[in-house]
């Protein structure tokens, strides 16, 4: 069973900074795309960044540009999703997410295979 875990989020005052990881403990994240999507409440699950396997390509939606990072450490089995500079919309439940097709990483909820559960974030004052 292919398991995701995102680590905790948590509050963060607008213009702060959170770093979210994505971690497997059942597999290995290196042979997958590895994408970060979030839901805010009353919305559809949207795509926030993502990185490929084959050659770590990077993609990011136009809300993330210049404030959010997506790396990978392959020692560690860890996805990072650096958030800085946030603002009070960028408050979702943030979820990573695995794509067995390593070579690409843009697309929606449907192109990937495997989900984390979840993670809270707020950016309020």
């Known amino acids: 069973q292919v398991q995701l875990v995102e680590s905790e989020g948590g509050l963060v005052q607008p213009g702060g900074s959170l770093r979210l990881s994505c971690t497997a403990s059942?597999?290995?994240?290196?042979?997958?795309?590895i994408g970060w999507f979030r839901q805010a409440p009353g919305k559809e699950r949207e795509g926030v960044s993502c990185?490929?396997?084959?050659?770590?390509?990077?993609y990011y939606a136009d809300s993330a540009k210049g404030r959010f990072t997506i790396s990978r450490d392959n020692a560690k089995n860890t996805v990072y999703l650096q958030m800085d500079s946030l603002k009070p919309e960028d408050t979702a439940v943030y979820y990573c997410a695995a794509r067995v097709d390593g070579r690409w990483c843009r697309g929606g909820v449907r192109e990937y295979d495997y989900w984390g559960q979840g993670t809270q974030v707020t950016v309020s004052s």
């Open positions: 990185i490929t396997s084959t050659d770590s390509r990077t």
């Open positions: 059942t597999f290995t994240l290196d042979y997958y795309s």
